[in-house]
């Protein structure tokens, strides 16, 4: 369900930060999109009108990506979790409900284990930081590590059209989900100067030989904010052994799978999402 908001800029650290907003009444809810070339509309898109019905809702562009600013800065899982409380700050937001996808979901836990008392509930889609094992293996740190062909696989998803299509066989679990709007709206954003930089310089910092770098798996059980988490049962980024184990050590936390679902369930199962999003909001 597509719905009317209203995308604005503010300032924050210095920085314009585009976000979408929508809904007068309710508690807040934060959007907070993936990596690569996502955006808060990209991932969120059809997502906002459902929840802005009985919630506040706002979806930043984080730095880096879509319509904010792209400085020239070390982007890792903390940079990102201390702008989102500047984000939530200059929004004058004392507390939120966050909703991370990928490494979306990265930042909002990160974010909740730091300043829990700013945060009302949290759900975690597909997230990152439930795991040390690398996405992808070799092959990915392979291709983090080396800047030419990583140069060179973003060059050819910018140009063409088919492989900007092929590169979302990744995602999705249903190439009936990869249709030509998706891709034209994807395309787009690859063009875009500087869209690109900000998830390199993020998979260098969190990609290490021994595993990845944001590993929250020893301080789940520090998590007592209630918690609901949402996976792909396709997923072939992210494992959903992982989102099990994190349902395990979050204690209270609930856990919804998507069959036949890659890593995308706002894009990939939308009214099945929409709905247990807001049922645990409702609770």
Request: with cysteine; proline share 5%; aromatic share 10%.
């Amino acid at each position: 369900m597509e719905a009317d908001f209203e995308s604005k800029s503010i300032k924050v650290d210095g920085l314009n930060i585009r976000y979408i907003t929508a809904g007068e009444r309710g508690s807040p809810v934060l959007l907070l999109h993936g990596g690569g070339t996502d955006s808060a509309l990209l991932s969120w898109r059809l997502s906002i009108g459902r929840i802005s019905q009985s919630h506040r809702v706002f979806a930043p562009d984080l730095p880096g990506y879509g319509e904010s600013d792209k400085p020239k800065v070390k982007y890792t899982n903390e940079y990102y979790v201390d702008f989102l409380g500047k984000i939530m700050d200059a929004l004058k937001l004392e507390r939120a409900s966050l909703v991370g996808i990928s490494m979306g979901g990265g930042i909002s836990l990160g974010f909740t284990l730091k300043s829990p008392e700013r945060v009302d509930k949290l759900v975690l889609v597909d997230s990152y930081g439930l795991g040390r094992e690398i996405p992808g293996g070799v092959r990915s740190y392979l291709l983090v590590h080396l800047p030419l062909l990583l140069e060179m696989a973003w060059m050819m998803e910018r140009q063409s059209r088919w492989v900007a299509r092929w590169s979302l066989r990744w995602i999705f679990y249903n190439p009936q989900t990869v249709t030509d709007e998706l891709v034209d709206e994807i395309w787009q954003l690859m063009k875009k100067p500087g869209v690109g930089r900000a998830f390199a310089s993020f998979q260098r910092s969190e990609v290490r030989w021994g595993g990845v770098n944001t590993d929250f798996v020893d301080r789940l059980h520090e998590i007592t904010v209630a918690t609901l988490i949402l996976h792909g049962a396709e997923d072939s980024l992210v494992p959903v052994s992982w989102a099990e184990r994190a349902h395990r050590l979050i204690k209270g936390s609930e856990l919804h799978i998507f069959p036949e679902c890659g890593h995308w369930p706002p894009r990939e199962k939308t009214e099945e999402f929409n709905r247990v999003v807001l049922e645990f909001l409702a609770k």
